[in-house]
């Protein structure tokens, strides 16, 4: 039986024996009798009630026979079964073990049994060694004589060690019993006798069976020397001296040195015999490593690299002696990573024997565990193989496994494994094998069955690897002692000289730039590595309850990462240098380069030099035959130009002509379309009319005036036309138009006519058709006697269509001569124009001829100097290309000089930090691979030990390695912090750790920091597929997950990590990839999952304190991500910050983003310089692109540098304003960590640990956090604000934490704060934290002075005296209580009376009272750590006392009955019966005050009650009624005073109850204050301190309108102090101050109120003291004029009239930017108009006008304003029309820059900066000819220089050159003037350099003397007498060699 044994495995036990007898009854099979033995009986599980159920069962199978039916169909049945008889066997109880019940032991006799004798041993062993060595078995003589004191020498060494190594709670497996006597001799036997052929091989052999059997299992050191020493003890005992010495070092003996033997006639392989037998150290090694090789080939996926060192191979040899026993097992014991089961596999694969281990997955349950079992024992016993099952502690998913194995290792059964015909399958299986090996045996199921167990057992060896650091493994050994009883094996931590070797082995062959003294330092330092961080790891649980686990797979891992980083670190050296050599050479070569152009350009210099003199002369004389030229060409352009103008004049003329001529020609067309119009028949009809129309007459008398024919004389007749008779000329009709009608050529005629003789036509004609043809509509101007016109077409038509269409013939015409007469003279004009012009062009033509004749003769020249000029270009551009490659160069090497000198350091330290490398990447990597799991402090620690131990051991390294910046660059950091990475250094590191590590990350995250910061690192990996990246353990689809995440190369974020990994994930962790062609796999749960490189694994652990495996810290990085105090600190600065300066934090974050930006920039630009300059080419200046290139490289690098330096600033002035929030920061880091300390609370009655329910996550902090930061009181300025953050975070996660803690706790709580705040302080330090905690416990009382006040004083006390009297306290280490120890001689009695006192804290301390009191920063804590050193049971008091502030702070409470009770409130709220009444007794004690309140809050109902009364005068007041009635004399008032208070409409009725005539006539009077009060008076009087407040009261109480005078006649002075103030609202107000305050809702009201009443100007600002909030929101409003405005909003909006103006007044004075807006808001179209208005000042304003004129004074003002504010543009006009009088006697001043500007000048003189410039501007506006002398007073001492300059003319002009410059048209002219006006001797030179283009071309003349000079020439013709004289001076000047002609032609001129 085991532990976890259960009735229905026993009763199935039992089941499986028997069969039917009869019905229900059942007996052993064959009819015979069986016997069952119960072995372990006291094993199975106590329940909580006492019982074991599975014994209960045992008891009623042997009472009653038989047991119930289990069965379904037969549940409740009773199953009988006969013939039965049982045997039990049990440990003795105690110790841990159980006893059986006594029911249960009363079925059985009891025997106790006992150890055999010595005797029976010896006769036992001494037969057994006796028969092994006779001479029958080839023994000799010696050695069987030796044999027989084997027997005796065992068991003394047997008794020695039992006795020496008792068990321990530790070593609970120390049992040595007779197995372990049996092992010995199984051992010896295992040796053939003819391999024991001499007494020293046999000692040899008994010694190493000795150790085999007595030491391996030890775990200590010290108990293996102990066997050691015992054996070396014994051994001369019993076997001699010689033998002993001869023995004195083990030797080891193996079976598996024999050499692989062949079948002669097959050839196949046979085996290699196993013979047990001596084995030389390096032959087993060679074979071990020969098998290994064996072993990599035969698995190639499962390949190990293995390195056999002196301890691995001892283990590998113990595997494989146990497990080449028959029934031999072993149970390795070893933390994870030591090579447990590697080595098992390896001795089981040199062992011939079939390796097995399970594969667990998410499914893998009991019925899995047994189909593996059963493949097992079907191997061992079926088909007889030897079966090697590994079997680990991770593999064990239930206890239930354990109990299968307990079941297999003791009986070598399972029961329920097989059923009844598979065993008889199998036993059919190995009858064969029964009969050929037992064949005088009887043939039946029960001898087969147990030849098959026996075969079985022999044939399955059982390698139990187990971790002793597991919990579970002490318990595991109680509740399963037949997995126990194998042979034990613990593995050692790997000592150094393993681990060195291990180094060697991997690191020599890999190629280091080292000597090989140095890689041996190497070896040996990592060796070193490893056994520091051991030792440190039990150090860090000693301190820090942390377990930390360091394991040979970890030091595996660190050889790994040594040889990863090495490579790169070295090539990374190897590529610097090679790139600064490269660059530093390029840059000699381009310096050699530059030398060597410098002597080529100087040559090439002289070649120039003279081909540019003889292109001179060339040009010379090409320039003289080209003056020719233009001088013909300008004659010849001239005359081109004038023959041009000619004919475009022409043109432009024929084009006028041609305008005129197409207006006339439609009234020529419309007159022949009129002729066309008329047919024959039309005129036939004339003819033959005799008698036609008078219109018709008429028309054709038109006809003959136009073409010039006779007519009558004019003679007026009456005439009819269109029924409209008048007197009109009479016609010719008859006597002339008759005649021509007639004619037959009339109509051709008529065409004729008009095609012509139309330009006969002339105004006289026109004049006589004009009364035919003439009519207005203005009757005014009609003088026709018809109302139309005569000759109408249309009139005429209704006659006749001959007549229509010569009245349209007739009009056309006379409109054709209108237009015709304007053109006819043009056109004239224009025939004779062109005539010139034909001419002039042929003078042009011969002109032009000749000029190209003289243009060839200069082409010709030309291209000669062109040649000339291409000779000499081209020597100029070779100089110059020659020139800009040596500039280039110069650029080059000067801009790259500070590169240049830092390569060349650079290049003298890569050989150096080469040499140094192997060091520095031995303590980085040890650093990344062992400190993961350990906090800050002992990371350093480990850290330093390393590198101490580096220089120590004289690796080569230097001094100090920065972490860090060895492994990541600045722009990574800041990639990191973009991503969420908290800034501290301990984040970093762990980032360096989940980055640079080669083992997948285990993060233990308790704040969630690392997770937030994986989950932003990866979060485009994450968001391809979030379900399946982010998961936890307990993930049902797990393996789903992995398989994705792993084949396509994603991130799998693992949650909430426990204690423990799922084995399942093991082959992930190990990396066991299966490379398969290109593809990779890792094998997980039996099935191969594809696996890309770029796969990320990532586990983190909210638990603060996990415990996690050395298996699992050896397959991951375990990295500690617990928030520091600095870290927490700078987290909440950034968040503390966001929330009050949001601005700041953005502003920092977009910095610190642009930090990061560009310091990557400046390293690839850096990086990039380097390359391009080793990699080019050939001749570095001759690649101009290269060049430009580096150039702009440096460029931009020096661009980046300069931004990274403006950005260091700007973060220094961020960060000075973030600092000044930095104590709210420190003070929340120290709370938080306040609240995580409290989770190792220990419980002081169990000592257990209770803390775990103080657990608080960094959430829940952070929420109270910012509800602090949100509800503390606002407050400035910061220094301020930071106070009240702090106060109020303080007290608030206090209260969120007590409340959760035990009563006990709390005190705790409060002294972890106070020490910690002062800690960071610095007013304590942590050894004064110590000395308070453990006094002078770590003291001797041996060693230390004896105690000489031992009559009173106990020891304890006396040694805590003694470590008081020797500590230093504070920060200047002042070792205060130093003669403690003599005062206390000196003054026994007082230290002895102090002792004794009841409470000692509250009594001054005899001679140091004085001076703790005086050191108010120390001085409490001193107190406290004196009463704590002697009396310990007063420190509670004591620190209750020390908490007093908060006491305190309570007291000045004003409703202190509603805050909380410092140190009970928590109690109180609790007691919900007693509670009230102990918050009313404290209130009465300390604030009696405030007890009417909390009375009300205590006894509500019946002050509810009370105060619902019709009648409460009349009726018991609640809690005071008794009181108020016992006092007669303040009794009544108290009443009326409560009655007052809360029924103010029933008071009147309370007093006149008492004296209503007397109250009725004071209540009556007009000023009652200055009335005796009734019934009160004299005592008002008496009183003079509440005499004048009381009356106050009353007059308040009854007379309220009346209580203001009042206060004031109480306090006049006060008052009239207060009304006279600057600022009232910011003084306290008399007699209201202190009620206002205390009211929180109303008060700030009322004080406005009383603002408003007496100082009504100062109501604004009062306002917005009281609603500052709201105001500073209304003020940072985008738009506050659309906003309501807070106090006056309705006001505003009631007044239709002001309420616009005074929103804009407020808007003005507050927001002024936004003043124009609310303007136009208001009215737009309106001020939209006026905005527009070109004179705004001189229109109405709208909205505002008419008032401002109203107003005389302010109107004119406030039109200014308005101006000023919306058109500034115009403000100075609006000034001058405010005050045209002043503006205009300025104007006409004489010197107007000198008499003070009217409306400006006192701005102008207060504004000494642009003062002087406006006043320049107002002159240069109004009075510009005084610009000059108002800019030369406002700038004198600039004027006078310039004025005294030889070259004024060239030198800046003060005040204007700027704008001269900036003019390009007038400048140079207005400089001009400025110095004709100030220096007119240099006007000449200024005019030459103004017009230089002109002088020039007159200097070049070739007769100057007869060309205008320029800007001169006027002024000298003008000036008849000197001109002349000046011409020739100027001659003279410029052109000396022209003087002579000059001359001559002065003197002609005379």
């Not at 081209?874 to 290309?881: D, F, G, P, R, V």
């Amino acid at each position: 039986l085991s532990s976890a044994t259960q009735p229905l495995g026993f009763q199935k036990s039992i089941e499986a024996e028997i069969e039917r007898k009869t019905g229900k009854t059942f007996c052993p099979p064959g009819g015979k009798k069986m016997t069952v033995f119960i072995d372990d009986a006291a094993m199975p599980l106590v329940n909580k009630w006492g019982d074991q159920i599975t014994n209960e069962l045992a008891r009623q199978l042997i009472e009653m026979s038989g047991f119930y039916f289990l069965d379904k169909d037969k549940r409740g049945d009773f199953k009988s079964i006969e013939g039965l008889q049982y045997i039990g066997a049990m440990g003795h109880p105690g110790g841990g073990k159980n006893d059986i019940p006594n029911r249960y032991k009363s079925k059985f006799m009891c025997f106790n049994m006992v150890l055999p004798s010595t005797v029976s041993v010896d006769n036992i062993f001494g037969s057994i060694m006796k028969s092994k060595f006779s001479n029958k078995a080839g023994a000799k003589p010696d050695v069987i004589d030796l044999s027989k004191k084997l027997t005796g020498a065992t068991v003394d060494v047997w008794d020695r060690v039992k006795s020496k190594l008792l068990p321990t709670p530790l070593r609970f497996h120390y049992i040595f019993n007779m197995r372990d006597l049996s092992r010995v001799f199984q051992g010896i036997m295992e040796c053939p006798v003819n391999i024991v052929q001499t007494p020293s091989t046999l000692v040899g052999l008994w010694k190493h069976e000795c150790q085999r059997v007595f030491a391996d299992k030890l775990c200590r050191d010290v108990d293996k020397m102990l066997v050691e020493k015992t054996l070396a003890e014994f051994m001369p005992v019993h076997f001699g001296e010689q033998l002993a010495a001869e023995n004195k070092s083990t030797e080891w003996f193996a079976d598996f040195l024999r050499e692989i033997e062949f079948d002669e006639e097959t050839g196949e392989e046979k085996g290699a015999p196993k013979i047990y037998e001596p084995a030389e150290w390096d032959t087993v090694k060679g074979k071990a490593y020969f098998y290994l090789g064996k072993y990599n080939e035969a698995y190639p996926s499962k390949a190990m690299q293995l390195v056999l060192f002196d301890e691995a191979m001892q283990h590998l040899m113990k595997i494989n002696r146990t497990i080449q026993q028959k029934r031999g097992s072993a149970m390795l014991v070893g933390v994870g990573g030591s090579g447990k089961q590697s080595l098992a596999r390896l001795a089981g694969y040199t062992s011939a024997h079939y390796v097995f281990q399970i594969t667990i997955t998410k499914t893998y349950n009991d019925n899995a565990f047994f189909e593996d079992l059963k493949t097992l024992c079907i191997r061992a016993g079926v088909k007889g193989e030897s079966v090697t099952f590994i079997f680990t502690d991770a593999e064990i998913k239930s206890e239930g496994f354990l109990e299968y194995m307990n079941s297999l290792l003791a009986t070598g059964e399972v029961v329920g494994l097989f059923a009844k015909d598979e065993k008889d399958a199998m036993c059919g299986d190995v009858r064969n094998d029964f009969v050929r090996e037992n064949p005088n045996m009887e043939e039946n199921l029960l001898n087969m069955y147990n030849y098959l167990m026996d075969r079985l057992r022999d044939n399955l060896h059982v390698c139990l690897c187990f971790s002793p650091v597991n919990a579970k493994f002490p318990i595991r050994a109680q509740k399963f002692p037949a997995v126990f009883t194998v042979n034990i094996n613990w593995f050692m931590p790997w000592p150094e000289a393993a681990l060195v070797a291990v180094s060697s082995a991997f690191l020599s062959n890999y190629k280091l730039d080292c000597s090989e003294s140095d890689k041996g330092k190497l070896f040996a330092l990592t060796g070193s590595f490893q056994a520091l961080t051991r030792d440190l790891c039990d150090v860090y649980y000693a301190r820090m309850r942390k377990n930390v686990y360091v394991t040979p797979k970890s030091f595996l891992c660190l050889i790994d990462f040594y040889k990863v980083l090495y490579q790169i670190k070295y090539e990374e050296i190897n590529v610097q240098e090679r790139s600064v050599n490269v660059g530093l050479q390029k840059l000699k070569e381009a310096s050699e380069f530059v030398e060597k152009l410098k002597v080529e350009l100087k040559e090439q210099d002289v070649v120039l030099r003279a081909e540019e003199k003889k292109t001179t002369a060339l040009l010379e004389k090409v320039m003289a035959e080209k003056a020719k030229a233009d001088k013909k060409a300008e004659q010849v352009n001239a005359q081109k130009a004038d023959c041009m103008a000619e004919a475009a004049k022409i043109e432009g003329e024929k084009q006028a002509a041609q305008v005129e001529l197409d207006k006339a020609l439609p009234f020529l067309h419309e007159a022949e379309s009129a002729c066309n119009s008329i047919t024959k028949k039309d005129i036939t009809e004339i003819k033959t009319n005799n008698k036609p129309v008078d219109i018709i007459k008429l028309t054709f008398d038109g006809l003959q005036l136009l073409q010039s024919k006779p007519v009558l004389p004019v003679k007026v007749e009456e005439r009819f036309i269109n029924k409209v008779t008048a007197s009109f000329i009479a016609d010719s009709y008859e006597d002339f138009a008759k005649k021509e009608v007639q004619d037959m050529n009339f109509l051709s005629n008529i065409l004729d006519f008009a095609a012509n003789e139309k330009d006969n036509i002339n105004d006289e004609t026109c004049e006589l058709l004009e009364p035919y043809l003439r009519y207005d509509e203005d009757v005014s101007k009609n003088w026709s006697p018809f109302p139309f016109k005569v000759l109408d077409p249309e009139l005429a038509g209704k006659a006749s269509g001959a007549a229509a269409g010569l009245c349209k013939f007739v009009g056309a015409m006379v409109m054709y001569h209108g237009a015709a007469k304007i053109v006819k003279p043009k056109m004239d004009a224009l025939k004779v124009a062109e005539a010139k012009l034909s001419k002039a062009q042929a003078e042009l033509d011969a002109a032009e001829a000749e000029l190209n004749k003289v243009l060839a003769e200069v082409a010709a020249l030309d291209a000669e100097l062109a040649k000339a000029q291409a000779v000499m270009n081209q020597l100029k551009e070779s100089a110059a290309a020659m020139q800009r490659q040596m500039d280039a160069a110069n650029k080059l090497l000067s801009g790259l000089s500070g590169e240049n000198l830092r390569w060349t350091e650079d290049s003298k330290n890569f050989a150096l930090r080469r040499k140094r490398l192997i060091g520095d990447v031995g303590c980085v990597c040890a650093f990344v691979v062992y400190c993961g799991p350990f906090n800050s402090e002992f990371r350093d620690k480990l850290y330093q030990q390393f590198q101490v131990d580096t220089q120590k051991r004289a690796v080569p390294a230097h001094e100090k390695v920065e972490v860090v910046s060895f492994l990541v660059d600045q722009g990574t950091i800041g990639e990191w912090a973009l991503e969420g990475l908290p800034s501290d250094e301990l984040s970093i590191q762990n980032a360096i750790m989940v980055t640079r590590s080669s083992r997948y990350p285990l993060m233990v995250d308790p704040q969630g920091q690392a997770n937030r910061w994986i989950k932003s690192r990866e979060k485009s990996r994450i968001s391809e597929n979030p379900s399946m990246c982010v998961t936890t353990l307990t993930a049902k689809n797990l393996k789903d997950q992995i398989e994705f995440t792993m084949g396509e190369g994603l991130c799998l974020i693992i949650e909430n990590v426990e204690n423990e990994v799922d084995p399942m994930l093991d082959p992930v962790l190990d990396k066991q990839i299966i490379k398969k062609g290109s593809h990779k796999y890792i094998n997980v749960s039996d099935q191969n999952m594809d696996y890309k490189d770029n796969f990320s694994l990532y586990f983190t652990s909210r638990l603060p304190n996990p415990h996690f495996s050395p298996e699992l810290s050896a397959k991951a990085t375990v990295i500690d991500f617990t928030v520091t105090l600095k870290g927490l600190e700078q987290q909440l600065l950034g968040k503390l910050i966001g929330m009050e300066m949001k601005s700041l934090e953005d502003t920092l974050a977009a910095l610190e983003e642009d930090v990061t930006n560009n310091t990557k920039s400046l390293q690839l630009l850096d990086k990039q310089l380097l390359e391009r300059l080793s990699n080019s080419q050939g001749n570095l200046l001759e690649d101009t692109e290269l060049i430009e290139v580096l150039a702009n490289t440096k460029a931009k690098a020096k661009e980046v540098e300069g931004k990274l330096k403006e950005a260091d600033e700007r973060k220094v002035e961020i960060n000075e304003k973030r600092e000044q929030f930095r104590p709210v920061a420190t003070r929340g880091s120290i709370m938080y960590f306040n609240m995580t300390d409290m989770t190792n609370v220990v419980n002081p009655i169990t000592t257990q640990a209770s803390g775990w329910m103080y657990n608080c996550s960094l959430l829940q902090f952070l929420e109270q956090f910012e509800i602090s930061v949100r509800n503390s009181e606002k407050a400035q300025p910061t220094s301020k604000r930071v106070e009240k953050i702090i106060h109020f975070l303080t007290y608030q996660v206090y209260r969120y934490m007590n409340r959760g803690l035990y009563e006990r706790d709390k005190m705790l709580f409060k002294l972890l704060v106070t020490l910690k705040i002062m800690t960071v302080a610095n007013q304590v330090n942590a050894g004064d934290v110590s000395m308070l905690l453990k006094a002078g416990s770590a003291l001797d009382i041996k060693s230390e002075r004896q105690n000489p006040f031992n009559k009173w004083l106990p020891d304890k006390v006396w040694l805590n005296v003694i470590a008081l009297s020797k500590q230093a306290f504070g920060m200047d280490q002042i070792v205060f209580f130093r003669e403690m120890v003599d005062f206390m001689q000196r003054n026994e009695p007082a230290w002895r009376k102090w002792y004794d006192e009841n409470e000692p804290e509250s009594v001054p301390i005899p001679d140091y009272d004085e001076r703790i009191n005086m050191d108010r920063t120390l001085g409490p804590f001193l107190r406290l750590v004196i009463v704590r050193c002697m009396r310990e049971d007063r420190m509670t008091i004591c620190c209750m006392q020390r908490n007093e502030p908060a006491w305190r702070k309570w007291y000045d409470e004003n409703e202190p009955e509603s805050v909380p009770i410092p140190d009970y409130d928590e109690r109180i709220n609790m007691d919900r019966t007693l509670g009230p009444f102990l918050r009313l007794v404290i209130v009465r004690c300390m604030r009696e005050d405030r007890m009417t309140i909390c009375c009300m809050q205590r006894n509500e109902p019946a002050w509810r009650k009370w105060y619902d009364e019709n009648e409460p005068e009349s009726v018991p007041i609640p809690d005071y009624d008794e009181r108020i009635n016992m006092d007669r004399t303040l009794g009544p008032f108290l009443r009326l005073v409560i009655v007052r208070c809360m029924r103010e409409d029933r008071m009147t009725i309370c007093c006149m109850q008492r004296n209503e005539p007397a109250w009725r006539k004071w209540y009556d009077e007009n000023e009652p204050e200055s009335v005796p009060i009734p019934d009160y008076d004299e005592r008002i009087n008496m009183d003079r301190t509440l005499g004048p407040f009381l009356r106050l009261v009353i007059v308040r109480c009854m007379r309220e309108d009346r209580m203001t005078i009042c206060c004031m006649q109480r306090n006049e002075p006060a008052w009239r102090k207060w009304y006279d103030e600057n600022e009232p609202e910011s003084v306290p107000i008399p007699d209201y101050d202190e009620r206002i305050n205390m009211d929180r809702t109303l008060g700030p009201f009322l004080r406005l109120v009383i603002v408003r009443c007496m100082r009504e100007d100062r109501m604004t600002i009062c306002c917005m003291q009281r609603n500052e909030p709201a105001w500073r929101k209304w003020y940072d409003e985008n738009e506050p004029e659309s906003v309501p405005i807070p106090d006056y909003d309705e006001r505003i909006n009631m007044d239709r009239t002001l309420g616009p103006f005074l929103r804009l007044v407020i808007v003005r004075c507050m927001r002024e930017d936004r003043m124009t807006i609310c303007c136009m808001q208001r009215n737009e179209p309106a001020w939209r108009k006026w905005y527009d208005e070109n004179e705004p000042e001189s229109v109405p304003i709208p909205d505002y006008d008419e008032r401002i004129n109203m107003d005389r004074t302010l109107g004119p003002f406030l039109r200014l304003v308005i101006v000023r504010c919306m058109r500034e543009d115009r403000m100075t006009i609006c000034c001058m029309q405010r005050n045209e009088p002043a503006w205009r006697k300025w104007y006409d001043e004489n010197e107007p820059e000198s008499v003070p500007i009217p409306d400006y000048d006192e701005r102008i003189n207060m504004d000494r900066t642009l003062g002087p410039f406006l006043r320049l501007v107002i002159v240069r506006c109004m009075r510009e000819d005084r610009m000059t002398i108002c800019c030369m007073q406002r700038n004198e001492p600039a004027w006078r220089k310039w004025y005294d300059e030889n070259e004024p003319e060239s030198v800046p002009i003060p005040d204007y050159d700027e704008r001269i410059n900036m003019d390009r048209t007038l400048g140079p002219f207005l400089r001009l003037v400025i110095v004709r006006c100030m220096r007119e001797d240099r006007m000449t030179i200024c005019c030459m350099q103004r017009n230089e283009p002109a002088w020039r071309k007159w200097y070049d003349e070739n007769e100057p003397e007869s060309v205008p000079i320029p800007d001169y020439d006027e002024r000298i013709n003008m000036d008849r007498t000197l001109g002349p004289f000046l011409r020739l001076v100027i001659v003279r000047c410029m052109r000396e060699d022209r003087m002579t002609i000059a001359q001559g032609f002065l003197t002609g001129m005379r």
